[in-house]
């Protein structure tokens, strides 16, 4: 069985955050209106949930090891979330 692999966007911003991680998507918008006119996508990845996208995040970033005691975050994300940022 194939888990769900969604797309992330890493957002670089000046004007009110540093950078962040978010949803590519529809399922990122409210995470994107934050952001300033100034702010820039500067990296795509795919993760399979939210502790894998939380890790590469981290990796990337130099900030050490990623890790969570929510069992939420350990799970493969749900099919319709991928079907919904296919559309």
């Not at 911003?13 to 399922?27: K, T, Y």
């Not at 990845?45 to 939420?72: K, Q």
Request: glycine share 8%; hydrophobic share 35%.
């Amino acid at each position: 069985m194939l888990k769900a692999t969604l797309i992330h966007e890493i957002w670089e911003d000046e004007g009110s955050i540093s950078q962040g991680v978010c949803l590519a998507g529809p399922d990122g918008d409210d995470f994107r209106k934050l952001l300033s006119g100034r702010a820039k996508c500067v990296h795509r990845f795919e993760a399979g949930c939210y502790l894998e996208a939380m890790t590469i995040y981290s990796r990337l970033y130099s900030r050490g090891i990623y890790t969570s005691d929510f069992a939420a975050d350990h799970e493969p994300y749900p099919d319709d979330w991928a079907q919904r940022q296919a559309n």
